[in-house]
């Protein structure tokens, strides 16, 4: 499929069609380039598995994911266009388009061993769904990598989909939290991090947090989520922020403020 179709059946199933770019993707619906009934069972399954409960995605997922990203990354550099990079380009031009795209190898792989292997549909459908959040994992893995900051936070909006104990993706989450550029992006992840707090390595990692964060912002959130966390072990953290000639006088106010509320 040539890639203006492509770029026009991702953005239609991504909801951020133009209006004139709606009209185009429907005259291509009506000369038969695009054919609606493959775009809405696209659209239709995405739904669905974004819907559904992932389970913990395999420990097979390896340890060196970022290096290896950096790797691949790097002999892409290197490589000359051809059609292969032409047609990926075409398909991963968006977050929904590279998901339908590897979603849909995986339904047909899944349907053809329904069809052809005789197998347990049950089964069948349990591998799809654990594929599908190894897959959900390396995306959100390679959406933190992006220098996009829209992609970032799409990154994070994503760490939602997979399971909470998934250790791979609460150590990339604290990752962004402590080392992203973007006070946006920092917030974003302190925000899922927040819905973890309940267990003592996340509370932890989110108070040793406290003395890496420069941003203003950052540290005011923190000191609002320890005190509501009633965390005292996080006092320890906030004086080192008073004491530090980079804190701005109002920042301070608020961290005493806080202090007093935790004690």
Do not use: W
């Amino acid at each position: 499929m040539e890639e203006q179709y492509m770029s026009l059946i991702t953005d239609y199933i991504d909801g951020t069609l133009t209006a004139d770019r709606e009209r185009e993707f429907r005259q291509y619906v009506d000369e038969g380039h695009i054919v609606m009934e493959e775009v809405e069972a696209m659209k239709q399954m995405q739904g669905v598995i974004s819907a559904a409960e992932s389970p913990e995605p395999s420990e097979a997922m390896s340890e060196g994911f970022y290096t290896m990203l950096a790797e691949a990354k790097r002999k892409e550099k290197v490589k000359s266009p051809g059609f292969l990079d032409q047609l990926s380009q075409a398909f991963f031009s968006t977050v929904f388009g590279r998901m339908a795209f590897g979603i849909s190898l995986l339904v047909i792989g899944v349907l053809a061993g329904m069809s052809f292997g005789g197998s347990n549909d049950g089964s069948q459908m349990l591998a799809l769904t654990e594929k599908v959040a190894e897959m959900q994992q390396t995306m959100m893995f390679s959406m933190l990598e992006e220098e996009s900051v829209t992609e970032r936070l799409k990154g994070i909006q994503m760490s939602n989909e997979l399971p909470r104990s998934n250790k791979k993706v609460t150590d990339a989450l604290f990752m962004t939290l402590n080392n992203d550029e973007s006070t946006n992006v920092r917030i974003a992840a302190l925000q899922v991090l927040e819905g973890y707090a309940d267990d003592p390595v996340i509370r932890e990692g989110l108070i040793n947090s406290i003395t890496r964060q420069e941003s203003p912002l950052m540290q005011v959130a923190l000191a609002e989520l320890m005190v509501e966390l009633e965390e005292k072990k996080s006092i320890d953290q906030f004086r080192q922020l008073l004491e530090s000639e980079n804190t701005p006088d109002e920042v301070k106010t608020t961290l005493e403020e806080s202090i007093g509320k935790i004690m």
